[in-house]
C-alpha cells in the first residue's frame, strides 16, 4: 500500500498519466495515432531535445540556466558541417569528437564567465546566445552546409538501426539519458551538482568546490549540445547558420520543467526529464494530425512552462503544508 | 557627571573627494564611451557629425529605447521581466488585426494597450502573486506570447491603415516624434525614479526586500505595477513600431530582449537589483544607436553585430559589477 502510494506520488507518474490521457484522446479522435508508425514519428522528433534537456537538466539541478544551447548546437555542427565541405576526404566519424569537443569549448567559455566574475548564468548566457549565433554567420559566411556534403553514413543514421528497426540516434539519445542517469545518480560529481543547487551557501562548506563543478556542469551541457549539433546535420542533413537550433533552448527548458526539474535547484530526475520529453514528442507528432497548424507549437511550448511552472508551485506547497502539519 | 571620559570615537575616513565619486559612477562611463564612440564613428563617417542623421538613426530603437527606461525600473526593483519584445510583437499584431477585421482605429489602439497590460498581468500573477522566479516566468511568458502572434498572424504580414503609418517621419521641432515620445518618458520617469517617495521605495526594495517590508513599504504593490506599466508601455511601444514599419509580423523585433537588457546594463543598472538611473539607460540608448549605426556604415554583416552585442552585455554587466563591488564600503 505504501510503495503504490509512493508510487502514485512521484512527478513521473503524473506525466505518464498525462501522456496516456493525450494519446488515447487523440486516438479517439484519429485512431491511426495509436499505431507502431505513429509511435516512430512521435521517436524521431525527440532524440534532439532529449540530448539538450539531459544538458539543461544538470544545469538548472545546479541552480543555474543554459540559454545558449540552441546557439552551441548550431555552431557546432556548423563547425562540423564546413570540415566534412573543406576535407570532403575525413572520415566521417571524425565528426562526432570534433562536435562534441566544439560544444565543450563554448559551453567552459559559459561556464568560466560564470565563475570567474560571478554572474548569473542567465544574463550571460543570454550574452552568449547571441555571441555564438554571430560567431556561426561569421565562420561559414552566413552561408548554409547543403545536403550533399554531409556524409551519406552520418545521414544514414537517422533512418538505419542496429537493432529492433530502431534508428542510431534514437538509441543514441537514450543512451546519453541513462549514463546522464548514471552520473547523476551514482557518481560523486552527480551529488555533488544536486548539493550545490539545493543550499549554494552549504556547499562549500562541505569542502564542493563550487567552481569546478559549476565548470564541469556548463561544460559537460555544452558537449551534449555539441552532440546534438551533429545529430541535427544526421537528422535534417543540412545546417544552415540562422535556422539551426534556433529556439532549441525554449523547447528544451519546456520539457525540462515539465519533467519536474525545479528552477529552484537540486530537484530533478532522468526519469522525470525523459518522459517530460515524450509527452512533448506527443503533442507535437499529433498537431498536424488533428489538423493544428504548426504556428501554434510555440503557443503551446509557452503555456505548457507556464502551466508545469504553477503545478510545480502547488506541489512545493503542499509538501511545506504537509511538512509543517507533522511538526506541529 | 559631565565630565565622563568620551566614547572613543571611531576614526572616520577621509571623505572621497566630489570627482572621485563622479568618476565611479557607472554612468559616466557609459557617458564617456558615447563621447569616444561618437569621436571614433565621426572618423569612420563625417554622417556621425550630422545630429539629424543620428536622430534619424535613433528612430529604429526609438520603440526598444522606451520599453529599456521601463524596464530599468523593474531591474532596479530586483525582478526581470525577459518578455517585453514578445509583449510588443503580441500586442501590435492584435492591434493590426483587430482594426484589420473593420474595428476603427482608435478602438484598435485600445485593445492593443489592454492586451500589453493583460500581459504585464500575467507577468506580475506569475513573479508576484504566485511568487515564481521572474526570470524563468518570463521565458515561459517570451515564448507563449510569441507563440500568440504567430496564431494570429502565421506567416503573413498584416498591413496597418495608410493614414497610421508614418510615426517616425511626424517631426517636432525638426525632431523625430519617436524621439521626443522616449526623452519625454526618460524625463517622467528620471522624476519618478529619483524625487518621489515610490521612487526611493524602489531602490529600497531592490537592495533589501525584506528590509523594506519592516519598513512597511507595500513591495508586492509596487512591483505588480511596475510590471503592468512595463507590460502598458511594451504594447504602447510594438504599436509605434507597427506604424514604423506599415505592417506588422510576428517576428517584430525578434531577439529584442537581448538589447533592452543589455541598454539598462549598459546604463549601469545592477542585475542583482538596488542599483541604476533612468540616465544610464538614457545614455545607454544613445551610445548603442552611435554603435549599431556605425557597424552599419562600416559594413559590417548584420551577423557580426550580434557578436559585438553579446560581447558588449558580458563586458558590461562584468564592468557595472566591478565598479559595485569597489564602490561598496
Not at chain 1, 522528433?45 to 544551447?69: C, E, F, K, T, W
Not at chain 1, 566534412?84 to 559559459?110: C, H
Not at chain 1, 535534417?236 to 535556422?243: I, M
Not at chain 2, 527606461?69 to 509583449?87: C, Q
Request: charged share 10%.
Amino acid at each position: 500500500m505504501t510503495l503504490v502510494r509512493s508510487i502514485l506520488l512521484r512527478r513521473e507518474a503524473g506525466i505518464v498519466v498525462m501522456i496516456f490521457a493525450f494519446c488515447l484522446a487523440v486516438g479517439l479522435y484519429k485512431p491511426h495515432f495509436l499505431t507502431v508508425q505513429s509511435l516512430r514519428i512521435i521517436l524521431l522528433l525527440v532524440p534532439l531535445i532529449m540530448i539538450g534537456a539531459m544538458a539543461q537538466m544538470l544545469v538548472l539541478v545546479a541552480r543555474h540556466v543554459d540559454l545558449s544551447i540552441g546557439s552551441i548546437l548550431g555552431f557546432s555542427a556548423m563547425v562540423v558541417g564546413l570540415m566534412y565541405r573543406e576535407f570532403p576526404d575525413i572520415y566521417w566519424l571524425v565528426g562526432f569528437p570534433v562536435a562534441i569537443l566544439t560544444g565543450a569549448f563554448l559551453g567552459l567559455g559559459n561556464g568560466l564567465l560564470v565563475t570567474i566574475f560571478r554572474l548569473p548564468s542567465i544574463i550571460v548566457t543570454l550574452g552568449t546566445l547571441s555571441l555564438y549565433r554571430g560567431l556561426t554567420f561569421i565562420i561559414s559566411d552566413a552561408r548554409q552546409i547543403n545536403r550533399s556534403v554531409i556524409p551519406t553514413e552520418l545521414k544514414a543514421m537517422s533512418r538505419t538501426s542496429p537493432i529492433f528497426d530502431i534508428p542510431w540516434i534514437i538509441l543514441i539519445a537514450f543512451g546519453v539519458a541513462l549514463m546522464t542517469y548514471v552520473v547523476a545518480r551514482h557518481t560523486q560529481l552527480g551529488r555533488q551538482i544536486y548539493a550545490l543547487g539545493s543550499n549554494p551557501e552549504a556547499a562549500p562548506l562541505r569542502g564542493i568546490d563550487v567552481a569546478k563543478v559549476t565548470l564541469v556542469v556548463f561544460t559537460l551541457a555544452g558537449a551534449l549540445s555539441g552532440l546534438a549539433g551533429i545529430l541535427y546535420a544526421s537528422r535534417w542533413g543540412f545546417v544552415n547558420p540562422s535556422n539551426t537550433g534556433a529556439g532549441f533552448e525554449f523547447q528544451v527548458i519546456a520539457a525540462v520543467v515539465i519533467g519536474g526539474v525545479s528552477i529552484n535547484g537540486g530537484v530533478g530526475t532522468v526519469s522525470g526529464t525523459v518522459l517530460g520529453v515524450l509527452l512533448l514528442g506527443c503533442v507535437s507528432a499529433a498537431l498536424p494530425l488533428l489538423g493544428i497548424p504548426g504556428s501554434t507549437q510555440n503557443a503551446i511550448y509557452g503555456a505548457v512552462i507556464l502551466i508545469a511552472l504553477l503545478i510545480d508551485r502547488s506541489v512545493r506547497q503542499r509538501g511545506v503544508t504537509s511538512l509543517s502539519r507533522a511538526a506541529s | 557627571m559631565m565630565n565622563s571620559t568620551p566614547a572613543p570615537t571611531r576614526e572616520l575616513a577621509p571623505a572621497r573627494p566630489t570627482w572621485h565619486i563622479v568618476l565611479v559612477r557607472p554612468e559616466t562611463m557609459t557617458f564617456l564611451l558615447l563621447l569616444f564612440g561618437l569621436v571614433g564613428a565621426s572618423f569612420l563617417s563625417p554622417f556621425f557629425l550630422d545630429a539629424g542623421y543620428i536622430l534619424r538613426s535613433f528612430t529604429l530603437t526609438a520603440e526598444m529605447s522606451i520599453v529599456a527606461l521601463v524596464l530599468t525600473m523593474v531591474v532596479i526593483s530586483g525582478e526581470i521581466d525577459l518578455s517585453p519584445a514578445a509583449n510588443m510583437a503580441l500586442s501590435a499584431c492584435i492591434f493590426a488585426w483587430v482594426q484589420d477585421a473593420g474595428v476603427p482605429l482608435p478602438i484598435a489602439v485600445i485593445v492593443g494597450l489592454l492586451a500589453g497590460l493583460a500581459m504585464g498581468a500575467l507577468n506580475a500573477f506569475m513573479s508576484i502573486r504566485m511568487q515564481l522566479p521572474s526570470i524563468i516566468v518570463t521565458i515561459g511568458t517570451l515564448i507563449f506570447f510569441r507563440g500568440l502572434a504567430q496564431v494570429i498572424a502565421g506567416d503573413r504580414s498584416i498591413r496597418v491603415p495608410d493614414s497610421f503609418i508614418g510615426i517616425n517621419n511626424v517631426m517636432i521641432a525638426g525632431i523625430p516624434l519617436p524621439v521626443v515620445i522616449f526623452v519625454l518618458v526618460a524625463i517622467l520617469l528620471g522624476l519618478v525614479l529619483g524625487t518621489t517617495a515610490v521612487g526611493r521605495q524602489i531602490y529600497q526594495i531592490g537592495t533589501n526586500q525584506q528590509a523594506a517590508l519592516h519598513a512597511g513599504i507595500n513591495a508586492k504593490k509596487i512591483k505588480v505595477g511596475l510590471f503592468l506599466v512595463l507590460g502598458l508601455v511594451s504594447a504602447a511601444a510594438g504599436i509605434m513600431a507597427a506604424s514604423r514599419l506599415g505592417s506588422v509580423r510576428y517576428d517584430l523585433v525578434l531577439g529584442g530582449e537581448l538589447q533592452m537588457v543589455l541598454m539598462a546594463m549598459l546604463g549601469g543598472t545592477y542585475i542583482f537589483g538596488g542599483r541604476g538611473t533612468i540616465l544610464g539607460t538614457f545614455l545607454a540608448a544613445w551610445l548603442l544607436v552611435i554603435v549599431s549605426t556605425g557597424m552599419t556604415v562600416a559594413n559590417l554583416l548584420p551577423a557580426i553585430q550580434l557578436t559585438v552585442l553579446g560581447i558588449l552585455l558580458i563586458v558590461a554587466i562584468i564592468a557595472t559589477n566591478f565598479i559595485y563591488a569597489r564602490t561598496q564600503r
